[in-house]
T-cell receptor
Framework: SQQGEEDPQALSIQEGENATMNCSYK?????LQWYRQNSGRGLVHLIL?????REKHSGRLRVTLDTSKKSSSLLITASRAADTASYFC???????????FGTGTRLLVSP | NAGVMQNPRHLVRRRGQEARLRCSPM?????VYWYRQLPEEGLKFMVY????????ESGMPKERFSAEFPKEGPSILRIQQVVRGDSAAYFC???????????????FGPGTRLTVT
C-alpha cells in the first residue's frame, strides 16, 4: 500500500508565485526524499531530508519535516513554467532499503 | 559519467508474450531497484538486488515476474506471459556501495514503457 499521501493532488499557479506541497506518511523513517517527474519521463531527485533534520534548503526549494506529525512539505519559491511537473515524496522506512512513494502532486505553472 | 540506462524505452508485446527489460546502473553502483508506475499513480517498489543476489522481492508479483542482476551485464526484469494489466512504466534505480547505512539517494533511469496489446 502507498505510504505517502500528497496534498493537494493538483495545483495550478502563475509564474512567480510560490507552490507548497504536503506529504504525510505512516511509519518510522530514516529519511524522506522529494522527486520531480516531467510528463513521460523518469524521476529527478530534488532533495533528501534525514529523520533528525527539520528543514533543508536547495536553491528555490525548501523542505520541512515534522516526524511527530509524520508529515513533510515542499515549497518552491518564485515558480517558473519549467517547474511544471509531478512531485513525489518517498520515504525510506527504518530497516529497509526500498523507497515508498506517495501518490504525487501535479503542479502546473502558467506563464 | 552516464546515468542509469534502461532499454528499450518503449516495448509493445501481445498478450502471452515475454517482456525483458534491461537496466544498467550508474558506474560504480552495485545496488539496483525496480519500480512500477501505473498511469496517474506513484511508483511502487518491486525488487531490490545486489550483484548476483535478490535482497528484497516483497513487491514482486508471485507469478510470471522475475529479476536478476548477474555478475556481468545489466539487471533484467522479466515478465512472462504478459497480460494487459502489466502495461505500465517500469523504472530502474541504482545506488552506490555502502548503501544500507540509512541515508542514500537512488538515481533513476528514464524508464521502459510497456504496452500489452
Amino acid at each position: 500500500s502507498q505510504q505517502g499521501e500528497e496534498d493537494p493532488q493538483a495545483l495550478s499557479i502563475q509564474e512567480g508565485e510560490n507552490a507548497t506541497m504536503n506529504c504525510s506518511y505512516k511509519t518510522s523513517i530514516n529519511n524522506l526524499q522529494w522527486y520531480r517527474q516531467n510528463s513521460g519521463r523518469g524521476l529527478v531527485h530534488l532533495i533528501l531530508i534525514r529523520s533528525n533534520e527539520r528543514e533543508k534548503h536547495s536553491g528555490r526549494l525548501r523542505v520541512t519535516l515534522d516526524t511527530s506529525k509524520k508529515s513533510s512539505s515542499l515549497l518552491i519559491t518564485a515558480s517558473r513554467a519549467a517547474d511544471t511537473a509531478s512531485y513525489f515524496c518517498a520515504t525510506e522506512d527504518t530497516g529497509f532499503q526500498k523507497l515508498v512513494f506517495g501518490t504525487g502532486t501535479r503542479l502546473l505553472v502558467s506563464p | 559519467n552516464a546515468g542509469v540506462m534502461q532499454n528499450p524505452r518503449h516495448l509493445v508485446r501481445r498478450r502471452g508474450q515475454e517482456a525483458r527489460l534491461r537496466c544498467s546502473p550508474m558506474k560504480g553502483h552495485s545496488h539496483v531497484y525496480w519500480y512500477r508506475q501505473l498511469p496517474e499513480e506513484g511508483l511502487k517498489f518491486m525488487v531490490y538486488l545486489q550483484k548476483e543476489n535478490i535482497i528484497d522481492e516483497s513487491g514482486m508479483p508471485k507469478e510470471r515476474f522475475s529479476a536478476e542482476f548477474p555478475k556481468e551485464g545489466p539487471s533484467i526484469l522479466r515478465i512472462q506471459q504478459v497480460v494487459r494489466g502489466d502495461s505500465a512504466a517500469y523504472f530502474c534505480a541504482s545506488s552506490p556501495p555502502g548503501t544500507g547505512t540509512g541515508t542514500y539517494e537512488q538515481y533513476f533511469g528514464p524508464g521502459t514503457r510497456l504496452t500489452v496489446t
